[in-house]
């Protein structure tokens, strides 16, 4: 499924940092995340709540919470390197963010038509009617039906699934590079959900664009990522193509929620991995997820382990080879 | 706005008898305002003069030497009442108008970008004016800014206002920090709403955000006070022009001409207060029902039912 690309990737970050301020205290959401993304490829970011996730994909367009702030050691963009203020002036041109609500994403008090249409006169140069043209294509792609009559309609005459197809439709207004999808399904029933994800994999394929995903169900994960990076309490555990990932995991904490999600759809009972994630301010010494661990030693708790390469995925546990 | 919801909020409006009234009355005031000077019989300082030669006395339906009838009689000064009250009416309604729209939008401006600048030096700044400008009550502080600055206008540089335009600073003064409260209040919870967000990673300009995305969705609340300080400013006006801080003479005013109807008190024609005095409450009165009408159409959780009970 991965695509061979030869211009390199499109998008790298290397050592990504997120943190926040609270009080006098220094919060880290994520630490050192890199990630590298090729052209027409789907990267998920994968964790549960408070793993950092959100944190991570906001940090790459810049829209951290007013006491959230993030460093990277590298940027690079299509095969240049970028400072920050070059990654910012290419927010809503080239990387665009899809919001996770989409009943709250939208204006109440503005025609979708002139949501669409405000995002076209900001970053291109097209002419009035020309912006009105591009706006039906572009709902027309997201499989609006009736486009041209439901230009003039407000978000609340929508249901979930179509507001969630005009959001994409104006992350998809500048012809993005990239896509930042925040958990595009939240909120949403099943159904409604697979038909959004076809529709990103159909238009991501159409308009070679690539995208970052940011998910908590692992199914989504299996069916439309390349690769995945699995994040836990603000570090990457894991990372790789996602086909090596689901087959063989070497990490305990991806194979705790795999085993979750396997046992849950075979037998119907749910098996979580014991204890719950760590909060910012009380991150454990060593491996951030020995507490929890079935493999723990003292080695565990006394140094935070390194990503380890192996072929395919890497993995940041010292007791991969038993798992 | 589409047509199905105009019509169900216009039904909404004209579904309340009172404010219909309301509505008719403020509507005939500001027909008397446009076209004051086609309507007025005389000039608002025109003075006539009784048959002997001097000023006509104090009387209603009194008739000049040269035979013009007076209908609501004259003042002190010989002037006819009607046509003064007529342009009363409108320097007054120009004074209020003026003011409470020029309060609103500066409110709205200010509010808007205090409200998504919240707890930012800018915020803390123009929050601790308003604060200073809120501790002195209501009319008072129009009443000092007239007196500081004088009934004969103002002098900036080599231009001089008029001065009906010192009294619409001073309400301007007194209305807006009320108003910005109102506007900052209803702005601050939409700036944290997901599509604000939306429109902050689209990479627009803050200014396009409040001015394109956030400020139509907070207008609501600062419409209704708005439209409820139309009938306080008609009545400060008033108020100033009875203290003698109106616009300087011969400009009549409401507040003047009230002010002026104690001389028939002399005349033992007590009653003739009522002529501009009944003038001003029913100004005031259309214009507070209308506040409530526009309240009923805009304010989504006013229940029609429990405003009849």
């Given at each position: 499924?991965?695509?061979?690309?030869?211009?390199?990737?499109?998008?790298?970050?290397?050592?990504?940092?997120?943190?926040?301020?609270?009080?006098?205290?220094?919060?880290?959401?994520?630490?050192?995340?890199?990630?590298?993304?090729?052209?027409?490829?789907?990267?998920?970011?994968?964790?549960?709540?408070?793993?950092?996730?959100?944190?991570?994909?906001?940090?790459?367009?810049?829209?951290?919470?007013?006491?959230?702030?993030?460093?990277?050691?590298?940027?690079?963009?299509?095969?240049?390197?970028?400072?920050?203020?070059?990654?910012?002036?290419?927010?809503?041109?080239?990387?665009?963010?899809?919001?996770?609500?989409?009943?709250?994403?939208?204006?109440?008090?503005?025609?979708?038509?002139?949501?669409?249409?405000?995002?076209?006169?900001?970053?291109?140069?097209?002419?009035?009617?020309?912006?009105?043209?591009?706006?039906?294509?572009?709902?027309?792609?997201?499989?609006?039906?009736?486009?041209?009559?439901?230009?003039?309609?407000?978000?609340?005459?929508f249901s979930g699934g179509m507001q969630q197809r005009i959001v994409l439709a104006i992350a998809l207004a500048p012809?993005p590079v990239l896509l930042i999808a925040d958990e595009p399904t939240t909120g949403l029933d099943v159904t409604v959900?697979?038909?959004?994800?076809?529709?990103?994999?159909?238009?991501?394929?159409?308009?070679?664009?690539?995208?970052?995903?940011?998910?908590?169900?692992?199914?989504?994960?299996?069916?439309?990522?390349?690769?995945?990076?699995?994040?836990?309490?603000?570090?990457?555990?894991?990372?790789?193509?996602?086909?090596?990932?689901?087959?063989?995991?070497?990490?305990?904490?991806?194979?705790?929620?795999?085993?979750?999600?396997?046992?849950?759809?075979?037998?119907?009972?749910?098996?979580?991995?014991?204890?719950?994630?760590?909060?910012?301010?009380?991150?454990?010494?060593?491996?951030?997820?020995?507490?929890?661990?079935?493999?723990?030693?003292?080695?565990?708790?006394?140094?935070?382990?390194?990503?380890?390469?192996?072929?395919?995925?890497?993995?940041?546990?010292?007791?991969?080879?038993?798992? | 706005?589409?047509?199905?919801?105009?019509?169900?909020?216009?039904?909404?409006?004209?579904?309340?008898?009172?404010?219909?009234?309301?509505?008719?009355?403020?509507?005939?005031?500001?027909?008397?305002?446009?076209?004051?000077?086609q309507l007025a019989p005389f000039g608002f300082a025109q003075q006539f003069r009784a048959a002997a030669g001097e000023?006509?006395?104090?009387?209603?339906?009194?008739?000049?030497?040269?035979?013009?009838?007076?209908?609501?009689?004259?003042?002190?000064?010989?002037?006819?009442?009607?046509?003064?009250?007529?342009?009363?009416?409108?320097?007054?309604?120009?004074?209020?108008?003026?003011?409470?729209?020029?309060?609103?939008?500066?409110?709205?401006?200010?509010?808007?970008?205090?409200?998504?600048?919240?707890?930012?030096?800018?915020?803390?700044?123009?929050?601790?004016?308003?604060?200073?400008?809120?501790?002195?009550?209501?009319?008072?502080?129009?009443?000092?800014?007239?007196?500081?600055?004088?009934?004969?206008?103002?002098?900036?540089?080599?231009?001089?206002?008029?001065?009906?335009?010192?009294?619409?600073?001073?309400?301007?003064?007194?209305?807006?920090?009320?108003?910005?409260?109102?506007?900052?209040?209803?702005?601050?919870?939409?700036?944290?709403?997901?599509?604000?967000?939306?429109?902050?990673?689209?990479?627009?300009?803050?200014?396009?955000?409040?001015?394109?995305?956030?400020?139509?969705?907070?207008?609501?609340?600062?419409?209704?006070?708005?439209?409820?300080?139309?009938?306080?400013?008609?009545?400060?006006?008033?108020?100033?022009?009875?203290?003698?801080?109106?616009?300087?003479?011969?400009?009549?005013?409401?507040?003047?001409?009230?002010?002026?109807?104690?001389?028939?008190?002399?005349?033992?024609?007590?009653?003739?207060?009522?002529?501009?005095?009944?003038?001003?409450?029913?100004?005031?009165?259309?214009?507070?029902?209308?506040?409530?009408?526009?309240?009923?159409?805009?304010?989504?959780?006013?229940?029609?039912?429990?405003?009849?009970?």
């Amino acid at each position: 499924m991965a695509t061979v690309n030869d211009a390199g990737p499109v998008f790298q970050i290397e050592n990504l940092n997120v943190h926040y301020g609270a009080g006098r205290q220094r919060l880290n959401a994520v630490n050192g995340l890199s990630l590298t993304i090729g052209a027409g490829q789907t990267v998920a970011i994968v964790g549960e709540s408070g793993s950092g996730k959100s944190s991570a994909a906001m940090a790459l367009v810049n829209g951290l919470a007013a006491n959230g702030e993030w460093d990277a050691d590298r940027i690079v963009f299509q095969g240049q390197e970028i400072s920050r203020q070059e990654l910012m002036r290419l927010r809503g041109r080239a990387i665009t963010y899809m919001m996770q609500d989409p009943s709250s994403a939208l204006n109440p008090v503005l025609t979708i038509g002139e949501q669409i249409k405000r995002v076209l006169k900001y970053h291109t140069s097209l002419s009035s009617a020309e912006r009105e043209d591009q706006a039906i294509e572009l709902m027309e792609r997201v499989e609006i039906p009736d486009a041209a009559s439901r230009l003039n309609a407000y978000p609340h005459e929508f249901s979930g699934g179509m507001q969630q197809r005009i959001v994409l439709a104006i992350a998809l207004a500048p012809s993005p590079v990239l896509l930042i999808a925040d958990e595009p399904t939240t909120g949403l029933d099943v159904t409604v959900e697979a038909q959004i994800y076809a529709l990103l994999e159909r238009l991501k394929r159409e308009l070679t664009m690539s995208v970052v995903l940011v998910a908590h169900d692992l199914g989504v994960v299996a069916t439309s990522a390349d690769e995945a990076l699995v994040l836990y309490a603000g570090k990457v555990v894991e990372s790789g193509s996602v086909a090596s990932l689901f087959r063989r995991p070497r990490h305990p904490y991806t194979l705790g929620l795999l085993r979750c999600a396997h046992d849950l759809h075979e037998k119907n009972v749910l098996n979580p991995i014991p204890g719950r994630i760590p909060g910012l301010g009380e991150r454990p010494h060593g491996c951030v997820f020995h507490p929890r661990c079935a493999w723990k030693t003292d080695e565990c708790e006394a140094a935070d382990p390194e990503l380890i390469q192996l072929d395919g995925q890497s993995v940041a546990c010292i007791h991969h080879e038993n798992l | 706005m589409n047509k199905a919801r105009f019509r169900i909020l216009w039904n909404r409006f004209i579904g309340d008898k009172l404010v219909v009234l309301g509505g008719v009355i403020a509507l005939l005031f500001l027909v008397i305002a446009v076209f004051g000077p086609q309507l007025a019989p005389f000039g608002f300082a025109q003075q006539f003069r009784a048959a002997a030669g001097e000023l006509l006395p104090i009387d209603v339906m009194s008739t000049t030497a040269t035979g013009e009838r007076l209908l609501l009689g004259s003042d002190s000064l010989g002037r006819d009442m009607l046509s003064r009250l007529i342009y009363g009416t409108r320097t007054t309604l120009v004074i209020s108008i003026s003011s409470v729209s020029m309060a609103t939008i500066l409110a709205i401006f200010l509010g808007s970008l205090t409200g998504y600048f919240q707890g930012s030096l800018f915020d803390e700044i123009v929050m601790r004016l308003i604060d200073a400008l809120l501790t002195f009550p209501g009319i008072l502080l129009a009443v000092i800014l007239v007196a500081a600055w004088g009934t004969q206008g103002i002098k900036i540089g080599p231009i001089t206002t008029t001065p009906e335009l010192t009294i619409v600073f001073a309400l301007v003064f007194t209305f807006t920090p009320r108003l910005t409260r109102t506007m900052r209040g209803s702005t601050i919870p939409q700036a944290h709403r997901a599509y604000i967000k939306a429109a902050q990673l689209m990479g627009m300009p803050f200014w396009r955000i409040i001015a394109f995305e956030l400020t139509p969705n907070c207008l609501t609340a600062v419409i209704i006070q708005a439209t409820t300080y139309l009938g306080l400013a008609v009545f400060s006006t008033a108020g100033l022009g009875f203290l003698g801080l109106g616009p300087a003479e011969p400009q009549p005013e409401l507040g003047k001409i009230l002010a002026r109807t104690q001389e028939y008190f002399l005349n033992r024609q007590f009653w003739h207060i009522f002529i501009p005095g009944f003038t001003i409450s029913l100004l005031v009165f259309a214009f507070s029902v209308l506040g409530d009408g526009i309240r009923n159409v805009l304010d989504p959780e006013f229940r029609f039912e429990e405003a009849d009970v």
